[in-house]
């Protein structure tokens, strides 16, 4: 069975009856299109005049600024664009829009639904060709054309524009694939559109110019009546859902030019305010579990909302107030305890000098059948000291081109928790899709003067032979400024244990006998597990495990430090891990001796 139909079954098995009827008529829709049945071959004439800018007047900006602006521009009119992780990447100006920039490879032009875009082998990289197309610097040109009024940026603007609008004809190639992608680039042509001075641009002057102008609008409602057409639904509607109502919203209040530009702005209005909704917990946590998406649905709503504010569509209150919650999450010594979103802050000093802040996450995989940007880090955590990084979560890396590098990113070894037996927590079946879900329940929390105690367990291992709970107790205790582990691991049969502990890259990590000893900048930590019988080792940069890398950002990755325990049990068992936080210099920030870490019962069994 190919791996095309075997991630199709996976994928038939996240689904309800009610959506594999819905997108069998997607499905029959798409095929009517390809055939020349209900496209938008005529646009209507464009009447009326663009909707207000939802920035006005534009905010002032500082001479290095303005520099800075006008500079990337000028790189931009020489060839040189950066894409993730390429830099000054060289590329024709304009650029071969269908051209992927990481591997060269040509998508091909048919009509764009019948594209497979998951494959490389025809479409080359499809994060960085659609990066390229989201076209993020035209919004670059149009505010250095604002900040000096060259023509030189105006007419630049243009011939990207009329080479976008002849390389990426309605409704063909992989640009007429996504909703997403499009509804991005709808949100940018906005900004440029604002930008150049709307319908009184000088672009738009004269008999050409007109031209440009419903070339351009006529692009614009294709987009919409596409997005409105193929928006994400079931298992598919999560923060694609949000996005793509951005963009219709968007698009309808800025061009309001058609009959059915109101329609949109409705619909689009009320899916976005019922979606965000939808997927924030009540105390403020993206239901995909991911801190990026968390940031990505934010930014949706406050684009959104300055864009109602200024056509004076302003949404209900319950946005605003679903946006503060979803703000206040990035004010963690405001709040230490998410319920729904499963997150707890255990520390001291928190928001001060010296703070201490371990944040566990004890929430769901992820959002909807999928989990889609789920990662298998039940019972993980990350561990700071005075605002600098000692444990951390290494990201994500890679989307689609990497299988292996996407597997490994989001599998349970790269998060600082327990493997049991080689396998991750949840079970993948696809690059964003997980078959079964380890499910995470809380136990207890309680915090007071001296300590935080965090007590949860999760399923994912007892769909395992031998079924297999993992719980695990963590204290943190401020006086002695020590967190104390403890794995239980309830079972009949034998098993074997694996815990990592990712360090940043920026740390020195050494053995020192049973422990591992994590020298940051600031401040120090050692972890150990006394008496055990377990002997750690420390793995960096391991291609072949693959094992000890973080990615700060898409498609980098560099070397970190990975200190990892090995063992195994037969039947029940309880470990304890210790690790002390100290000074720089090796010394307890607030006692007179170093701790005797050794002398901690390890409670094994």
Not at 313 to 340: G, K, N, Q, T, Y
Request: positive net charge; charged residues 25%.
């Amino acid at each position: 069975m190919s791996d095309s139909l075997t991630w199709q079954l996976r994928r038939l098995r996240t689904m309800s009856s009610v959506e594999i009827v819905w997108r069998l008529g997607r499905a029959l829709s798409s095929l009517a299109r390809q055939s020349g049945f209900d496209l938008a071959r005529r646009v209507p004439p464009a009447r009326g005049r663009s909707g207000p800018p939802w920035v006005c007047p534009l905010p002032a900006i500082g001479p290095s600024d303005a520099i800075k602006t006008v500079d990337s521009a000028e790189r931009l009119l020489q060839g040189k664009w950066s894409i993730f992780s390429l830099r000054d990447l060289t590329l024709d100006f304009p650029p071969r829009w269908n051209r992927d920039p990481r591997t060269g490879i040509v998508a091909p032009t048919s009509f764009g639904s019948s594209i497979d875009y998951r494959d490389p082998a025809r479409v080359g990289d499809i994060k960085y060709l659609w990066e390229l197309n989201r076209h993020q610097e035209l919004v670059t040109v149009a505010q250095a054309y604002a900040l000096t009024r060259s023509e030189r940026f105006a007419q630049a603007l243009r011939v990207l524009l009329e080479s976008w609008f002849e390389q990426c004809p309605y409704p063909c190639g992989v640009q007429w694939t996504s909703s997403l992608e499009l509804a991005v680039r709808l949100v940018n042509w906005a900004a440029v559109w604002h930008l150049i001075g709307g319908d009184g641009s000088e672009l738009f002057a004269g008999t050409s110019g007109q031209a440009f102008r419903t070339a351009w609008l006529q692009s614009i409602y294709r987009h919409q009546r596409f997005i409105a057409a193929r928006r994400s639904l079931h298992s598919s509607a999560n923060n694609h859902l949000i996005g793509e109502m951005l963009g219709l919203y968007v698009g309808a209040v800025t061009w309001p030019l058609w009959p059915r530009a109101r329609r949109w702005q409705a619909l689009a209005k009320r899916r976005i305010e019922h979606e965000a909704l939808r997927q924030t917990y009540a105390d403020g946590v993206n239901r995909e579990q991911a801190i990026f998406y968390h940031h990505t649905v934010a930014w949706i709503l406050l684009v959104a909302s300055r864009f109602a504010h200024a056509c004076r569509d302003d949404f209900s209150s319950a946005l605003p107030r679903c946006l503060e919650a979803i703000s206040a999450v990035f004010a963690l010594p405001a709040r230490r305890v998410f319920p729904e979103g499963g997150y707890y802050v255990l520390g001291a000093d928190l928001g001060r000098p010296g703070e201490v802040r371990i944040t566990a996450d004890a929430g769901p995989l992820g959002y909807l059948s999928l989990a889609a940007h789920g990662h298998a880090d039940a019972l993980s955590f990350t561990l700071g000291v005075d605002g600098e990084e000692l444990l951390i979560d290494p990201g994500t890396y890679v989307y689609f081109l990497q299988p292996r590098w996407r597997a490994y990113f989001r599998g349970t070894a790269a998060h600082n928790t327990v493997r049991v037996d080689g396998r991750d927590q949840s079970e993948p079946g696809g690059t964003f899709l997980w078959t079964r879900h380890a499910e995470t329940r809380v136990l207890d929390w309680d915090s007071d003067e001296g300590n935080d105690r965090l007590l949860a367990e999760h399923n994912g291992y007892e769909r395992l032979k031998d079924p297999l709970r993992h719980r695990r107790e963590m204290v943190y205790d401020r006086e002695q400024r020590s967190l104390t582990i403890i794995d239980s691991f309830i079972c009949l049969s034998a098993h074997a244990l694996e815990w990592h502990w990712h360090c940043a890259e920026h740390a020195v990590v050494s053995l020192d006998g049973a422990a591992v000893d994590v020298r940051g900048a600031r401040a120090r930590i050692r972890i150990a597990m006394p008496d055990c019988g377990l002997l750690p080792e420390v793995i960096c940069g391991d291609e072949s495990a693959p094992l000890g890398w973080v990615s700060r950002r898409f498609d980098e990755r560099r070397p970190c430090s990975v200190a990892r325990f090995r063992g195994e049990i037969r039947g029940s068992t309880r470990f304890r891990t210790r690790i002390d936080v100290l000074s720089a210099a090796g010394r307890p920030n607030n006692t007179e001796s170093s701790l005797n870490v050794a002398s901690l019962d390890p409670s094994c069994a």
